[in-house]
Structures are given as structure tokens and as C-alpha cells.
T-cell receptor, first 112, second 116 residues
């Protein structure tokens, strides 16, 4: 199994630009999680999906953030417009009903 | 409210010695799971060990064991025979409810330094 796949691995953009992060969960996993990690705030859960349905988006910081999961094998996290304080590592993780979360390699986002 | 507490921002251990990383949690749900993850400097999150709230025995995985004290609500990670490659950030996490589709909350982490 290829594990959780995230793209891009690194993204550098300018303030005000739209950023789209992508995630492909492990095949057969029905839950998908988006996290943000910063030195100041640690690892924060932004949103998670069960069977492609958003269950809890209380961690999404602002309306500038949105996430979708159009099918079981793909999810996106979009930031529009991006700001320097959005700079962080964004992780996607997936799990099946009986096991732990498997994390992707993360996307390191830098907003200038 | 903070539900996962890791009180040790940093820990040092001599190579080949054992080390305990502390984790306390708070929940009113009788069904929950506790996890430990390792994050080396390369940044990936690596699952280490899992303990279910109904498990009678402490979980073990190779050199990792989880000292689960339910009444104290603690789930400390014990690493035996530390190796240089164990130097990393370690996160304790809790999932309330059974199954993988529940919210998981992470602690602030403990950075472990293994000295040669």
C-alpha cells in the first residue's frame, strides 16, 4: 500500500493567493482527517470526514478555509485568500473503523 | 478544555537506558483509545502503540510499552533500551469512542533526546 498521499509536499505562495492541498487516503479507509502543525499551536485538528461526509469542522480557523471530499479516494483543503499566518505543515490522515490514523507526509506551506 | 496533557516539553536519556514519557488524559466517555506517535526531525508522523480503554493488559510493541493506569487517567509510554534513532518528538493522543471514525486529540508533545 502506498500510504496516505499528499500533494504538493512544499508550497510557497504570496499572500492573497488561493492554495489547494490534496490528499489521497489509504484505500478502504473511511475516515479522513486534516491537521495543521505549527510551533506555537502544535497539532490541531481542522476537520474530519466519515464516509465522505464532514463530521466536525470546528477546528477550521476561518471562512477562508474550506475542505471537500468528493469521493472516498480524494480530499482537498483550500485556503482563499491565504495569509502569512497560515504558514504551517498540513497533514492528512486516514483510518478504518478499527485502527489508528495513518498520516501522510504533510505539506509544508509558506505564505509570503 | 485540555484533554491530553504531556507535562515534559523535553527529556534526555542515555543510550541503552529506559525512559518514560508521561501522558494524562481527561474523558467521561467509558470507551476511548489512547495512542502514541513519533515524529522524527524528518517530519512524518509514525504510529507506535495503541491502548483501548477496555484492554485488560498494557499494550506492548517491541521496545515500546504503554503503562496504562485507568484510575489515574494516565497512559505513559516506556521506551526500553533507548537508541540514538529514538531522538524525536513524541505525541500522546486520545480518541473518544470506538472505531476509527472518531475525533482524535493530540497532546503538545515531548521532545526526547538520546545521548550517546
Amino acid at each position: 500500500d502506498a500510504g496516505v498521499i499528499q500533494s504538493p509536499r512544499h508550497e510557497v505562495t504570496e499572500m492573497g493567493q488561493e492554495v489547494t492541498l490534496r490528499c489521497k487516503p489509504i484505500s478502504g479507509h473511511n475516515s479522513l482527517f486534516w491537521y495543521r502543525q505549527t510551533m506555537m499551536r502544535g497539532l490541531e485538528l481542522l476537520i474530519y470526514f466519515n464516509n465522505n461526509v464532514p463530521i466536525d469542522d470546528s477546528g477550521m480557523p476561518e471562512d477562508r478555509f474550506s475542505a471537500k471530499m468528493p469521493n472516498a479516494s480524494f480530499s482537498t483543503l483550500k485556503i482563499q485568500p491565504s495569509e502569512p499566518r497560515d504558514s504551517a505543515v498540513y497533514f492528512c490522515a486516514s483510518s478504518s473503523p478499527i485502527n489508528e490514523q495513518f498520516f501522510g507526509p504533510g505539506t509544508r506551506l509558506t505564505v509570503l | 478544555a485540555q484533554k491530553i496533557t504531556q507535562t515534559q516539553p523535553g527529556m534526555f536519556v542515555q543510550e541503552k537506558e529506559a525512559v518514560t514519557l508521561d501522558c494524562t488524559y481527561d474523558t467521561s466517555d467509558p470507551s476511548y483509545g489512547l495512542f502514541w506517535y513519533k515524529q522524527p526531525s524528518s517530519g512524518e508522523m509514525i504510529f507506535l502503540i495503541y491502548q483501548g480503554s477496555y484492554d485488560q493488559q498494557n499494550a506492548t510493541e517491541g521496545r515500546y510499552s504503554l503503562n496504562f493506569q485507568k484510575a489515574r487517567k494516565s497512559a505513559n509510554l516506556v521506551i526500553s533500551a533507548s537508541q540514538l534513532g529514538d531522538s524525536a518528538m513524541y505525541f500522546c493522543a486520545m480518541r473518544e469512542g470506538q472505531g476509527g471514525g472518531f475525533k482524535t486529540i493530540f497532546g503538545a508533545g515531548t521532545r526526547l533526546f538520546v545521548k550517546a
